[in-house]
């Protein structure tokens, strides 16, 4: 995301960017975070110290107003509690632009009760935005970021044992977008114009259903993959005997097939034009000719 920002900021006149991080990370004699911090400041990216989750509402409110455009990216591991934590405070700020984050899949289609339940605390983000008309806001979706589909510990795709376990069905569908595309797309829709605002930009690096990936990586890796169906009330039944297993409440809301994958023709990178990594693209990169994860 800092990379792309900055990239677009020169072509843009009085456009600045900063970042906010922990005094730990800045000052971390861990090698790669040095090598993090000094890859920001070449950026020409101004750094900020300062703290998302010990912070106050008032003390974030402080600090947002110095600024025009707000992006949350901290995503859920500063806590379920962050987002909404984080909204109020730009709206207390009363900053022109702000980015929430909700990169990832459609939460009002989805609705409220879903198996994952942090996906409620993000439409109560969505309902505080939306509730008041000072602060802009811009909500970027983007699907599930492609490489979480492949990792292991998800369980949808095993490479060992050569099968695709989809959920719900082979012919459920989901959204996968790679980070890098996400933080270059997010840069363009920063700075174009006509200025976007009070909306919600769909992107896609690629829609497919589990039956396709199992096909593409049949494809690319040149040996027969297996298809099995881990269905709804399977994966429910797997829920409620571990009711708190983040996994497993992903898995369940994916299942679902409900708000987790649009139309790519629908899309801000489609609509103008702009390149992005599909799923036979990445299992070639990472997968293909030894590549790894």
């Known amino acids: ?7 677009r900021a020169r072509d843009v006149a009085g456009a600045r960017i900063s970042v906010l991080l922990r005094a730990s990370a800045v000052e971390s004699a861990d090698a790669a975070k040095q090598h993090d911090v000094a890859e920001i400041r070449d950026l020409g990216i101004t750094l900020v110290v300062g703290d998302l989750v010990k912070s106050s509402v008032d003390e974030l409110a402080t600090l947002f107003a110095r600024y025009d455009t707000v992006i949350g990216c901290a995503g859920y591991a500063a806590g379920v509690d962050t987002p909404m934590k984080l909204a109020r405070a730009a709206l207390q700020a009363r900053i022109p632009r702000y980015f929430p984050w909700q990169f990832g899949v459609d939460f009002d289609v989805i609705g409220r009760g879903s198996p994952q339940d942090i996906f409620d605390a993000q439409l109560d983000v969505r ?16 699907g599930m970021f492609m490489s979480y589909l492949f990792e292991p510990e998800f369980g949808v795709v095993d490479l060992q044992r050569s099968e695709v376990n989809a959920l719900g069905s082979l012919e459920t569908e989901v959204t996968l977008t790679t980070p890098d595309d996400i933080g270059a797309l997010t840069a363009e829709i920063v700075f174009t114009r006509p200025r976007i605002r009070n909306e919600i930009v769909y992107l896609a690096g690629d829609t497919v259903s589990y039956g396709q990936v199992a096909d593409k990586l049949q494809a690319a890796l040149g040996r027969p993959f297996r298809r099995s169906v881990w269905t709804e009330p399977f994966l429910l ?50 997968l293909a000719s030894g590549g790894r994860l």
């Not at 995301?1 to 990239?7: I, P, S, V």
């Not at 802009?136 to 979706?141: K, L, R």
């Not at 571990?242 to 990178?269: C, E, I, L, S």
């Open 1 to 7: 995301m800092l990379r792309h920002l900055a990239r």
């Open 127 to 142: 309902e505080l935005l939306r509730s008041q008309q000072e602060t802009e806001w811009v909500i970027i979706s983007t």
């Open 237 to 286: 039944e797997e829920l409620a005997r571990d009711p708190h297993n983040m996994m497993r409440k992903y898995r369940a809301a994916f299942a679902q097939g409900r708000g987790v994958a649009w139309d790519k023709r629908g899309t801000f990178n489609h609509q103008h034009a702009i390149a992005v990594t599909d799923v036979a693209s990445w299992i070639a990169a990472h």
